[in-house]
Nanobody
Framework: QVQLVESGGGLVQPGGSLRLSCTASGRTFSGYAMGWFRQAPGKEREFVAVTRWSGGRTYYADYTDSVKGRFTISRDSVKNTVYLQMNSLKPEDTAVYYC??????????????????WGQGTQVTVSS
């Protein structure tokens, strides 16, 4: 059974940085895509970034005022951990951030329904 545990959230001032971690267990993830999503109060869960566990290809959300250029997704296969480095944080980045795993090919996997396993989420609050 896949288990995903996020950590690293917290309160940060605008312009600051945080690094989220997602430790995965329960199976071999070599054929998986690992993604980060976020959900702000009253809003739908939205895609942030995704990476292939093998090879490390990445894809980022590309909507208006998105995270591209500010956030970086990466993985450490030895530690079975996926990271989301978040820089130049803005108040609108405030949300619960979720890690998710998808047993699918390709890297452009952005729909929550494509991810079968989810972590419990970690709160990120950007405020002065």
């Amino acid at each position: 059974q896949v288990q995903l545990v996020e950590s690293g959230g917290g309160l940060v001032q605008p312009g600051g940085s945080l690094r989220l971690s997602c430790t995965a267990s329960g199976r071999t993830f070599s054929g998986y895509a690992m993604g980060w999503f976020r959900q702000a109060p009253g809003k739908e869960r939205e895609f942030v970034a995704v990476t292939r566990w093998s090879g490390g290809r990445t894809y980022y959300a590309d909507y208006t005022d998105s995270v591209k250029g500010r956030f970086t997704i990466s993985r450490d296969s030895v530690k079975n951990t996926v990271y989301l480095q978040m820089n130049s944080l803005k108040p609108e980045d405030t949300a619960v951030y979720y890690c998710a795993a998808a047993d699918k090919r390709g890297v452009v996997i952005t729909t929550p329904g494509d991810f079968a396993s989810w972590g419990q989420g970690t709160q990120v609050t950007v405020s002065s």
